[in-house]
């Protein structure tokens, strides 16, 4: 099975930045196109960004100029920079690998890891 850690959320002010990281085990990352999701309280989940194998980004809109996906195959890690931070960014961010079901990035796997908790606030 393949697990998923997430981490590097925290508490952060409007305007500030943190940077994600999704260690993956159990299998390796390099073929795969993997992404970020998360979920407000309240709210389902949502996806955020992915990026092929190949290196290309995708966004949800309300992400785009402010988010960043990176990948480290050799770490077998995804990372996620996220700038220009608000109170809506609050949520608990996960990670999995993704393919395009229906013209939308969706998760591989029905399982997640226990991802990290990034909360907004002044």
């Known amino acids: 099975q393949v697990h998923f850690v997430e981490s590097g959320g925290g508490l952060v002010q409007p305007g500030g930045s943190l940077k994600l990281s999704c260690a993956v085990s159990?299998?390796?990352?390099?073929?795969?196109?993997m992404g970020w999701f998360r979920q407000a309280p309240g709210k389902q989940r949502e996806w955020v960004s992915s990026?092929?194998?190949?290196?290309?980004?995708d966004y949800a809109d309300s992400m785009k100029g402010r988010f960043t996906i990176s990948r480290d195959n050799a770490k077998n890690t995804v990372f996620l920079q996220m700038n220009s931070l608000n109170p809506e960014d609050t949520a608990v961010y996960y990670c999995?690998?993704?393919?395009?079901?229906?013209?939308?990035?969706?998760?591989?796997?029905?399982?997640w890891g226990q991802g990290t908790q990034v909360t907004v606030s002044s």
């Open positions: 990026i092929t194998s190949g290196g290309a980004t």
């Open positions: 159990g299998d390796f990352i390099g073929s795969y196109a």
């Open positions: 999995n690998r993704v393919y395009v079901k229906m013209a939308a990035w969706s998760p591989q796997y029905n399982y």
